[in-house]
């Protein structure tokens, strides 16, 4: 083993360190929660607690709906680590900086990280309140998020992304979904730099691409995720239909409103799955 590739930059290391320092708990598994969606985790039992603004490296959330807190405690029994709030590639951040959750997740022992995003449906049939549970992704950002990655050694992270998203998890998530009666269909997240929504023209093109939802994140994490050999899981809500005029106000209502549905499969996957930490 080569050991952990990463960015150029240390400070998930000084994350870890000051996380380290006020506790012992590690946890299994990270869970990154987007827009308005900081009360799907609401069940946490708390243990420690940080402000992104203590943690080195963490930007701090400059998008209203972003708390911008690292909560670590058992989530249905498992060891959890719950991101309330993203760092986000349209508000200037580095892909390096997007990454930090993961990258400090990885180092205080999860092997495996929840996404949760919202999205624009493009696909037939999605609607506001639907669940898409993500079977792949294609990255319209432009740039990978591995960009001047190295393994210690120099090499960089060639990362293989076929089967990229957990089918077992996946099929966990799934069933969660149905049983809890959150409308559900499996798909291709398309990500784009954001912060502006799609023209007519691309929404075109995102469809005839695959892409089941569009959103302006997932991709920064699940790549490094991958290169730090974590399963992923994305669970990728629905705000709004693509095509219609849309607004931020509008998508942090349609998240609030799924909150506590996300937060209900997110218990649900955690309490039936496996294999949570890093190896
Ligand atoms: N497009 C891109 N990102 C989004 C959307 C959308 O329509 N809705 C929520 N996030």
Redesign the pocket.
Known sequence: MPGLPGPRDSFADQAAEVVRSQTAFAPAVAIILGSGLGGATEGLVEEASFSFAELPGFPRPTVPGHAGRLVLGKLAGIPAAAFRGRIHFYEGNDMPACALPVRLARLLGAGTVILTA???GIAEGLDTGHLVVGTDHINFMGVSPLHGWRYPDGTPPFVDMVGAYDEKLSDLAVEAAERLGVPVERGVYAA?S?PN??TPAEIEFLRSSGAAV???SVVPEAVPARALGMRVLGLFFV??K?GVE?SHEE?LKASDAMAGAIGAVIADVLSKGAGWTAT
């Open positions: 919202a999205t624009g784009t954001g929504y799609e569009v959103g302006m705000t709004n693509v849309v998508v």
